[in-house]
């Protein structure tokens, strides 16, 4: 099957690279055809190209009104990165920009797969912070390791090495980030507790170690973080969805 993935790869063209190389770049990109985010992310761009996707929303967050459609108003390119075998992969995407039919007003809508302002998908950020947040032993640099190796970012197809690796640093950045959804996470435990209100979830406590923070605000967010990942855990397994993004989109992402 043709794949619209803009994932480096070879073409099938001449190359410089000896043949073992460009083997195992056929062989790597055969893998990541049959990756099912990748696929995820190909059906998603293919269904925007063809005008085939629709807006989950039923309220508008601009007005606060439920019109009876919303219209694409634009699409517009976006590379979501992607980590598979301990190899950062850049994907190219569309996004789609809405119109509300009452207020007129436009907004952006994340597809399933990604986080607003992230160009990693929802699912690296949510495993490597929950990875970080789920092991009192493990610190920032151990967390963005898998298996104890590092994260490296794809080479190019004529063989120049990227020595870039996924930092701790981005860690910390996708765990203040979720850590500032307050709103998201009350609503989740809300709807929550009405559906299953024997859920253990409520009385469970989620504490953060001491030495994971050096202030009271960084604690608060690790907290909220963590309390984002049992709840989303909860959450698919009571509604069969996530809570990204839907109910963060209907939460403002606060």
Not at 131 to 138: A, C, G, K, Q
Not at 141 to 149: F, H, I, P, T
Not at 161 to 171: G, K, Q, Y
Request: glycine content about 4%.
């Amino acid at each position: 099957m043709a794949s619209s993935f803009s994932c480096k790869k070879w073409n099938g063209g001449p190359s410089n690279d000896p043949p073992s190389r460009v083997s195992k770049r056929i062989a790597l990109e055969a893998r990541l055809l049959s990756h099912p985010l990748l696929q995820v992310i190909h059906d998603h761009t293919h269904a925007v190209r063809s005008g085939r996707v629709r807006c989950e929303l039923e309220i508008c967050p601009r007005c606060s009104q439920a019109p009876d459609v919303f219209k694409i108003h634009e699409r517009r390119k976006r590379t979501f990165r992607v980590v598979v075998e301990r190899l950062v992969h850049c994907v190219s995407s569309l996004l789609v920009r809405w119109k509300c039919g009452l207020c007129k007003q436009t907004f952006s809508e994340c597809p399933a797969f990604a986080l607003p302002y992230k160009r990693y998908v929802r699912e690296v950020v949510l495993d490597f912070g929950r990875f970080y947040l789920n092991d009192d032993s493990t610190s920032y640099r151990k967390a963005v390791r898998v298996e104890g190796l590092p994260v490296f970012y794809d080479g190019e197809p004529d063989g120049v090495v990227d020595e870039r690796v996924l930092s701790a640093s981005t860690l910390q950045r996708w765990l203040g980030f979720l850590g500032r959804l307050e709103h998201t996470l009350r609503s989740a435990l809300r709807l929550i507790r009405s559906a299953s209100p024997r859920c253990d979830l409520f009385r469970r406590a989620q504490p953060v170690v001491s030495w994971k923070y050096r202030s009271l605000e960084r604690r608060r967010r690790l907290q909220v973080g963590l309390s984002l990942m049992v709840a989303e855990a909860s959450f698919q397994s009571l509604f069969a969805t996530s809570i990204f993004p839907g109910l963060a989109t209907h939460e403002r992402w606060t």
